[in-house]
């Protein structure tokens, strides 16, 4: 579940969502400090929806499927 206040992430670099992270973690560890259970909530919504953006972002990067560029090598462990 995304948060609802949150812009389009599909536009930002894998930096930007990186810093943005680092930015929450902080953000986070002092909600935690302070016991305010709202805000832990809040941040843990918008971290998910950076993490769920970074992924999606790898997954374009890495390659996909099964596709293995080395099926039709000899295996010398046989």
């Known amino acids: 579940m995304e948060h ?3 812009e ?3 536009g930002l670099t894998l930096e930007e969502i990186q810093s943005k992270v680092s930015e929450l973690n ?3 560890a ?3 400090q302070t016991g305010n259970q709202p805000m832990i909530q809040q941040l843990q919504l918008i971290m998910n929806s950076y993490q769920q953006a970074y992924q999606t972002k ?3 990067i890495m ?3 099964d596709d293995d560029k080395y099926s ?3 295996d010398i462990g046989k």
């Open 4 to 6: 609802p206040l949150l």
């Open 8 to 10: 389009d992430l599909k």
């Open 26 to 28: 902080k953000r986070l």
């Open 30 to 32: 002092f909600a935690y």
């Open 58 to 60: 790898m997954d374009e």
């Open 63 to 65: 390659p996909k499927g």
């Open 72 to 74: 039709n090598k000899i």
